[in-house]
């Protein structure tokens, strides 16, 4: 039998787990979970478990929610809006979570050492919206192939299929993509908003998906550990997931499984010779646009600038290609940093662009940055 983990991982465990916990104070579930677990070394130890690079405090969240999904019985589950339908109720839930973590340790375990967590945040469509529009700005004529990296179920790429609303303060709200959707994204824009008004998102022809691990909705389990990875105090998170869920898979985009470093170049040809019989045009008319939202972090950092070299010679014929990267500070490459002081302590989510015309590369770019999942949104395009 395995032994436990080394105790300098719990420990490094226990340091990530009150770090989340300090940084959503508003989270009355997990909050109060990565307290707790922060605090015991037998819950931490759960998390210890994860593959190299995995092992942090939403992974444990995401197995404890999937836990309690397949078995709504258990004691912990009452805490849990997913399973109940109410908000979360009055009182500590940590010694019935931490009860119910202990008493099912090697279910949690399996889970912990073989999954990773997927972006699934449907929400997060309200700033790819307004950064893949900024993008097409040069090119609004041009059909685009949309490739997402690290896509889980491809949920994002049907933004445009959505209402995607952005409020700047005291202003009407500008609303991109489908206003009759009955999927709805919004961001309140806390500062900038110039030339949000302005915005118009492209023609989008052909979707394409890349993931080790691509979810097929048709997989029931699969489909559950995506809702696991939702976070189930957040209102609206799961109704908006589960419309989204409905509404893309009438018309699903294309999900490769391998590699995002890889297997991006041969994934973005192919989109593109795709998108170009779809739309009618001659090949060279195409714009591929790539793009990921708090993928590229789960990349090792030495690989990530690997992915423009890629794109760069996608590029080299002098067809369109742009990037566009919603990621933590310091993530993609090739971007300026943002200002110190406009950093939040949440996670800021840098909205980026590298973007290739003619075969030459322009320059990085900051349009603005967001909460991770777009409660706000700070739109700055330079001049």
Same mark, same amino acid.
Do not use: K
């Given at each position: 039998?395995?032994?436990?983990?080394?105790?300098?991982?719990?420990?490094?465990?226990?340091?990530?787990?009150?770090?989340?916990?300090?940084?959503?104070?508003?989270?009355?579930?997990?909050?109060?979970?990565? /307290?707790?677990?922060?605090?015991?070394?037998?819950?931490?130890?759960?998390?210890?478990?994860?593959?190299?690079?995995?092992?942090? %405090?939403?992974?444990?969240?995401?197995?404890?929610?999937?836990?309690?999904?397949?078995?709504?019985?258990?004691?912990?589950?009452?805490?849990?809006?997913?399973?109940?339908?109410?908000?979360?109720?009055?009182?500590?839930?940590?010694?019935?979570?931490?009860?119910?973590?202990?008493?099912?340790?090697?279910?949690?375990?399996?889970?912990?050492?073989?999954?990773?967590?997927?972006?699934?945040?449907?929400?997060?469509?309200?700033?790819?919206?307004?950064?893949?529009?900024?993008?097409?700005?040069?090119?609004?004529?041009?059909?685009?192939?949309?490739?997402?990296?690290?896509?889980?179920? @491809?949920?994002?790429?049907?933004?445009?299929?959505?209402?995607?609303?952005?409020?700047?303060?005291? /202003?009407?709200?500008?609303?991109?993509?489908? %206003? +009759?959707?009955?999927?709805?994204?919004?961001?309140?824009?806390?500062?900038? @908003?110039?030339?949000?008004?302005?915005?118009?998102?492209?023609?989008?022809?052909?979707?394409?998906?890349?993931?080790? +691990?691509?979810?097929?909705?048709?997989?029931?389990?699969?489909?559950?550990?995506? /809702?696991?990875?939702?976070? %189930?105090?957040?209102?609206?998170?799961?109704?908006?997931?589960?419309?989204?869920?409905?509404?893309?898979? $009438?018309?699903?985009?294309?999900?490769?499984?391998?590699?995002?470093?890889?297997?991006?170049?041969?994934?973005?040809?192919?989109?593109?010779?795709?998108?170009?019989?779809?739309?009618?045009?001659?090949?060279?008319?195409?714009?591929?646009?790539?793009? +990921? +939202?708090?993928?590229? $972090?789960?990349?090792?950092?030495?690989?990530?600038?690997?992915?423009? @070299?890629?794109?760069?010679?996608?590029?080299?014929?002098?067809?369109?290609?742009?990037?566009?990267?919603?990621?933590?500070?310091?993530?993609?490459?090739?971007?300026?940093?943002? %200002?110190?002081?406009?950093?939040?302590?949440?996670?800021?989510?840098?909205?980026?662009?590298?973007?290739?015309?003619?075969?030459? /590369?322009?320059?990085? $770019?900051?349009?603005?940055?967001?909460?991770?999942?777009?409660?706000?949104?700070?739109?700055?395009?330079?001049?």
């Amino acid at each position: 039998m395995e032994g436990p983990p080394p105790a300098d991982e719990v420990t490094r465990v226990q340091g990530r787990l009150a770090e989340f916990a300090r940084s959503y104070p508003e989270l009355a579930l997990y909050r109060r979970i990565c /307290e707790g677990a922060a605090a015991d070394d037998e819950v931490a130890a759960l998390l210890a478990r994860a593959a190299p690079g995995q092992a942090r %405090p939403v992974l444990l969240l995401a197995a404890l929610h999937d836990l309690v999904l397949r078995r709504p019985e258990l004691a912990a589950a009452r805490w849990y809006p997913s399973v109940t339908g109410g908000p979360v109720p009055a009182g500590d839930p940590w010694p019935e979570v931490r009860a119910t973590a202990l008493a099912h340790a090697s279910e949690l375990r399996e889970v912990i050492a073989t999954r990773s967590t997927q972006t699934n945040e449907v929400n997060r469509a309200a700033y790819l919206a307004p950064l893949l529009a900024e993008a097409c700005a040069d090119l609004p004529d041009a059909p685009v192939a949309l490739v997402e990296l690290g896509c889980s179920a @491809g949920l994002l790429m049907g933004l445009d299929r959505y209402r995607v609303e952005l409020a700047p303060p005291g /202003e009407g709200p500008v609303v991109l993509g489908d %206003p +009759s959707s009955p999927v709805r994204c919004r961001a309140g824009v806390r500062a900038g @908003g110039a030339g949000l008004v302005d915005l118009r998102l492209p023609r989008v022809v052909e979707r394409v998906g890349l993931d080790r +691990s691509p979810v097929a909705f048709a997989d029931r389990d699969a489909r559950r550990w995506l /809702e696991a990875c939702l976070w %189930p105090d957040v209102p609206g998170r799961l109704e908006r997931f589960r419309a989204a869920v409905e509404l893309v898979t $009438t018309d699903p985009p294309d999900l490769v499984a391998g590699d995002m470093v890889d297997d991006v170049g041969p994934v973005g040809r192919a989109a593109r010779a795709i998108a170009a019989a779809t739309a009618g045009t001659a090949p060279e008319e195409v714009h591929l646009v790539v793009m +990921s +939202s708090w993928a590229l $972090t789960y990349v090792a950092r030495e690989r990530r600038a690997e992915v423009a @070299g890629a794109l760069a010679d996608l590029a080299a014929d002098g067809r369109p290609v742009s990037w566009l990267t919603a990621e933590p500070p310091g993530c993609a490459p090739g971007l300026p940093p943002i %200002p110190d002081d406009d950093a939040d302590p949440v996670g800021t989510t840098v909205l980026g662009a590298r973007r290739w015309r003619r075969g030459v /590369e322009r320059e990085g $770019t900051v349009w603005g940055w967001a909460h991770p999942h777009a409660e706000w949104l700070h739109w700055q395009p330079p001049p």
